[in-house]
């Protein structure tokens, strides 16, 4: 069936190393893909999305293609911070409405 | 604009309670969600509803959960009697629109079944 997968954590950086979050996905058609992230303490928030193949979503340093030929939605910032700590989910919605997720990768970034 | 608010934040109850879970969605939005994730695992889709009617409920894992709409505004969640693998985090989520995009989330409960 239709599913998410994505990098399990949990990851820990130092701050303003790179970040590489793989997620791949099946799925029939063209789904839409996105990223949330949760904060500590906080709800899901919408970090990116891309809603077509080879669209880049972009938000907060954060990067994530769309490659239909690869099923992938990696998520990619170039020099985390401390306040990048969170739980990042991959996401897609296809011909229904609701989302299908990813299990979430931790990242933990230090000073 | 206000957010998505749920509550409890917390809820610990033992096995064979009940408990009820509340989500205000954010005014004028139609389209409410509940979600759910389970320690470790993916978010669950539960069910949808648009306005009081419940558009799609193929998620909801058994007749142990309850989710209602009255009047199109807020909604609940019943869990009766709970069970230890009811235990997670439920999420709610409101929208105009049905696009995924145009969600906005709730900061979620932690129920604890013990």
């Known amino acids: 069936g239709n599913s998410v997968t994505q990098m399990e954590g949990p990851v820990t950086l130092s701050e303003e190393a790179f970040l590489t979050i793989n997620c791949t996905y099946t799925?029939?058609?063209?789904?839409?893909l996105f990223w949330y992230v949760q904060y500590p303490g906080e709800g899901l928030q919408l970090l990116l999305k891309?809603?077509?193949?080879?669209d880049k979503g972009s938000n907060k340093g954060f990067e994530a293609t769309y490659r239909k030929e690869t099923t992938s939605f990696h998520l990619e910032k170039g020099s985390v911070q401390v306040s990048d700590s969170a739980v990042y989910f991959c996401?897609?919605?296809?011909?229904?409405?609701?989302?299908?997720f990813g299990k979430g990768t931790k990242l933990t970034v230090n000073p | 604009e206000a957010g998505v608010t749920q509550f409890p934040s917390h809820s610990v109850i033992e096995k064979g309670q009940t408990v009820t879970l509340r989500c205000d969605p954010i005014?004028?939005?139609?389209?409410l969600y509940w979600y759910r994730r389970v320690m470790g695992k993916e978010i669950k889709f539960l069910l949808h509803?648009?306005?009081?009617?419940?558009?799609?409920e193929s998620g909801m894992p058994n007749n142990r959960f309850l989710a209602e709409r009255t009047g199109g505004t807020y909604s609940t969640l019943k869990v009766q009697p709970a069970e230890l693998e009811d235990s997670g985090v439920y999420f709610c989520?409101?929208?105009?629109?049905?696009?995924?995009?145009?969600?906005?989330f709730g900061s979620g409960t932690r129920l604890t079944v013990v």
């Open positions: 989520a409101s929208s105009r629109s049905r696009l995924g995009y145009g969600y906005t």
């Open positions: 799925a029939t058609g063209y789904p839409s």
């Open positions: 891309a809603t077509k193949a080879d």
């Open positions: 996401a897609y919605q296809g011909g229904s409405e609701k989302l299908v």
């Open positions: 005014s004028g939005h139609d389209n």
């Open positions: 509803f648009v306005k009081e009617s419940k558009q799609d």
